[in-house]
């Protein structure tokens, strides 16, 4: 079965830090873009930040730059997404997905991507 599993989420206190993962099953990461979307209550899922299979160029959401830090693991298969100083804004399911093209998109994306995570919530809260 090919798929795509989110782990990592949980509780953490404003200015903690949590580490999400995104392991891949049934393929190889290798050669697939992948992007991390998170969505809050109420709102639309948004792009966060993606890493392009073609020369590893990464990109972020203004609201998190600086303080999440996407990476690709090809011998582990897994991708992983590093987030420190978390505000209350950050709260929401974070999702990642992979695409075979070598252009990530943050936007217009609901046709791009060829997988999808089922999500792992992230709360940031004193």
């Known amino acids: 079965q090919l798929q795509l599993v989110e782990s990592g989420g949980g509780l953490v206190q404003p200015g903690g830090s949590l580490r999400l993962s995104c392991a891949a099953s049934g393929f190889t990461l290798d050669g697939y873009t992948i992007a991390w979307f998170r969505q809050a209550p109420g709102k639309e899922r948004e792009g966060v930040s993606c890493i392009s299979s073609l020369d590893g160029s990464t990109y972020y959401a203004d609201s998190v730059k600086g303080r999440l830090t996407i990476a690709s693991d090809n011998a582990k298969n897994t991708a992983y997404l590093d987030m420190n100083n978390l505000n209350p804004e950050d709260t929401g399911v974070y999702y990642c997905?992979?695409?075979?093209?070598?252009?990530?998109?943050?936007?217009?994306?609901?046709?791009?991507?060829?997988?999808w995570g089922q999500g792992t919530q992230v709360t940031v809260s004193s």
């Open positions: 997905a992979a695409t075979s093209s070598g252009i990530p998109r943050m936007t217009d994306y609901h046709t791009w991507y060829d997988y």
